[in-house]
């Protein structure tokens, strides 16, 4: 009788679950924007690029409206928000969390079918599956983010560089951030793509600059900044400035670089020693469900969550050991 309704849920869940991703992933599509609005932010932004697609900008259906509408103003959304502009992910806030949605209830179809042959297995791996799914969404926007901005500081050197000849060349600030937009490969060049379309559309250069750094957080970036700002405001030979930073950068990078080198092996070895006990239990629960299922009784059951919380320390612990901060 258990077989038959997990059956009967199974087949439930593959059908909400397919509807949600389809769903999600046209959602998440980025929209072309429109002959007339291209042309009138040619007009007014000054730059002939094609317009970024924005979360206002998205035809967004009743659900994603409503979850907008409801998180509106909260940190949370905001935070998403943010996250969301720093993997350069064109969707909402609302989209995103319906994508959360249809993972996890993947995950969920996925443990109930693993554990098929007993309800409680099926429960069991149906709850861990569920949490599973609706933490990857989240682990892939802040691996994409991580990546993103990776790359962003690696460029920073040389583009600082870029800047002062520019400046010294006889260009304008505005003038050398448009040429970094053209010239520069990406995300360097989206992001200051971004900038100049900004300060195009009415927004002050140090503002713009101020939303890159909220996009794009990075003490090398602050350094740049602030850098540009006193110019701005007590004047001084920016060209100059910038070379010394650029240098800065650049050596900061090559130091990190090393450290990555040097820090490689551990940092492998501690994720060995996290993973190796879970794939092992997974292992065996696939083996012989009745044998793992024995712990999962009371008082036995504090076994595996004392296991499974000394592991978590365990990780975190060995990351703040190789993370050295240059």
Not at 34 to 56: I, K
Not at 65 to 79: H, L, Y
Not at 239 to 244: K, R
Request: charged share 15%.
């Amino acid at each position: 009788m258990s077989g038959q309704l997990i059956s009967v849920l199974a087949a439930l869940m593959v059908f909400a679950a397919i509807g949600m991703l389809i769903y999600g992933i046209q959602a998440s599509r980025a929209r072309a924007s429109t002959p007339e609005m291209e042309e009138r932010l040619d007009h007014f932004g000054n730059v002939v690029v094609a317009a970024v697609a924005s979360s206002d900008g998205h035809a967004a259906s009743a659900v994603t409206e409503r979850i907008d509408r409801a998180i509106k103003g909260k940190s949370f959304g905001e935070k998403t928000q943010i996250a969301l502009a720093r993997a350069d992910l064109k969707m909402t806030v609302g989209e995103f969390l319906t994508i959360r949605g249809g993972a996890a209830i993947v995950g969920i179809l996925f443990g109930m079918v693993l554990g098929r042959t007993q309800f409680a297995a099926a429960m069991l791996l149906a709850i861990i599956f569920a949490m599973v799914g609706w933490s990857i969404p989240p682990f892939y926007l802040k691996l994409r983010s991580k990546r993103r901005q990776k790359a962003f500081v690696n460029q920073l050197g040389d583009t600082v560089g870029l800047m002062a000849n520019s400046l010294r060349a006889g260009y304008s600030l505005l003038q050398t951030m448009e040429l970094i937009s053209r010239e520069a490969p990406s995300p360097m060049g989206e992001e200051f793509r971004r900038v100049v379309r900004e300060v195009g559309l009415g927004v002050s250069p140090q503002q713009a600059l101020h939303n890159l750094l909220r996009r794009i957080p990075s003490d090398d970036l602050d350094l740049m900044i602030s850098a540009i700002n006193i110019q701005h405001e007590i004047g001084g030979n920016l060209g100059q400035i910038l070379d010394v930073i650029g240098e800065t950068i650049r050596e900061r990078v090559r130091i990190q670089g090393e450290i990555a080198v040097l820090t490689a092996q551990q940092q492998l070895s501690g994720n060995v020693i996290t993973a190796m006990p879970l794939v092992l239990a997974f292992g065996l629960f696939l083996l012989n469900p009745e044998y793992m299922l024995g712990v999962m009784v009371m008082p036995w059951i504090c076994i595996p969550i004392g296991a499974l919380v000394l592991l978590i320390i365990g990780y975190f612990v060995m990351k703040k050991i190789v993370a050295i901060e240059v």
